[in-house]
């Protein structure tokens, strides 16, 4: 790799409430942990693959405004032709 052209990563443990992973980030935080004898920042994000209902699979129809209503109205019309 070329010296100047990559920007510097550094070893970072991001934690997402109760789960915890290791990575490496270009993220500093003022927060560090020591893990097996290296220190690692601490990034705190607000969602993850392990909270985020995608990933989970408990996902949930948000319905604003009966789009869906509109939309089972509009097309029940057309399964019954």
Request: net charge positive; aromatic share 10%; charged share 30%.
């Amino acid at each position: 790799m070329k010296t100047e052209t990559h920007p510097v990563n550094h070893p970072v443990l991001f934690v997402d409430g109760e789960n915890e992973w290791q990575g490496i980030s270009t993220m500093k935080s003022n927060e560090t942990r020591t893990i097996d004898g290296i220190d690692h920042y601490v990034v705190k994000v607000e969602i993850s693959a392990f909270s985020h209902p995608f990933y989970t699979g408990q996902k949930k129809i948000v319905d604003t405004a009966g789009r869906v209503e509109k939309f089972m109205r509009r097309y029940a019309n057309v399964k019954k032709k």
